[in-house]
């Protein structure tokens, strides 16, 4: 199965301050995606990436798959109080639509 | 756009009763899935549904049934809930390889 591990758990910063977060992969990514979690709250998606080296920005946020397709990694520049949530990064399993893996989550805070 | 639900948003049981969690999406995508999040756990896969009557276990099926007789429906059933079914369970539909989800049901199993 597809492991995913994410870096660091948890993660307090002060509004303003920039910040990464880390999603490793055991194995090649078909693809690699980036979700958002507000407390309580459902999945909101951020990204997809599927090509070795691909980067993508919206807004704040820029995410970069690696050219080996097994660790991607969630940059935000001037972190604001509306970034705060839980950040997840998911792997399908190769096959459109199948089974799909997850990392464990990274909490972010940011201090006003 | 309604996107997809899921009722109730809230629940709480005791152990031994039956449970169904609705899952509705209103894009009719093929692919329908339920994923159970916990702490130390993230989520984790439960069922998925490749399309209406065709269903397939997860990572972790065990005390769960599910069933798929319309597109825009996948409804999840705890047969006799257990205190380790305390969650906050995730439907989530995609078309494609990318995954929509729902607002999530909190369950309490006491």
């Known amino acids: 199965s597809q492991e995913l591990e994410q870096s660091p758990q948890s993660l307090i910063v002060q509004e303003g301050k920039n910040l990464t977060i880390n999603c490793t992969s055991s194995?090649?990514?078909?693809?690699l995606y980036w979700y958002k979690q507000k407390y309580g709250e459902g999945l909101i998606f951020l990204m997809m990436l599927q090509k070795g080296g691909e980067e993508k920005s919206h807004e704040k946020i820029t995410a970069k798959l690696d050219e080996k397709k097994q660790q991607s990694s969630l940059h935000i520049t001037a972190s604001q109080p509306s970034h705060a949530g839980i950040y997840l990064c998911g792997a399908d399993g190769g096959n459109t639509g199948n089974q799909f893996y997850f990392g464990t989550g990274t909490s972010l805070t940011v201090i006003p | 756009d309604a996107g997809i639900t899921q009722s109730p948003r809230y629940k709480i049981t005791e152990t031994g009763r039956q449970v169904t969690l609705m899952c509705h999406q209103t894009w009719s995508h093929s692919y329908m899935f339920w994923y159970r999040q916990d702490l130390g756990h993230g989520l984790r896969l439960i069922y998925y549904s490749a399309a209406a009557d065709i269903t397939d276990k997860g990572e972790v099926p065990d005390g769960y049934v599910v069933s798929r007789s319309k597109t825009e429906n996948f409804p999840l059933t705890l047969e006799s809930a257990t205190r380790s079914q305390t969650s906050v369970y995730f439907c989530?539909?995609?078309?494609?390889?990318?995954?929509?989800f729902g607002p999530g049901t909190r369950l309490t199993v006491t």
């Open positions: 194995k090649t990514l078909y693809g």
């Open positions: 989530a539909s995609s078309e494609g390889r990318k995954q929509y």
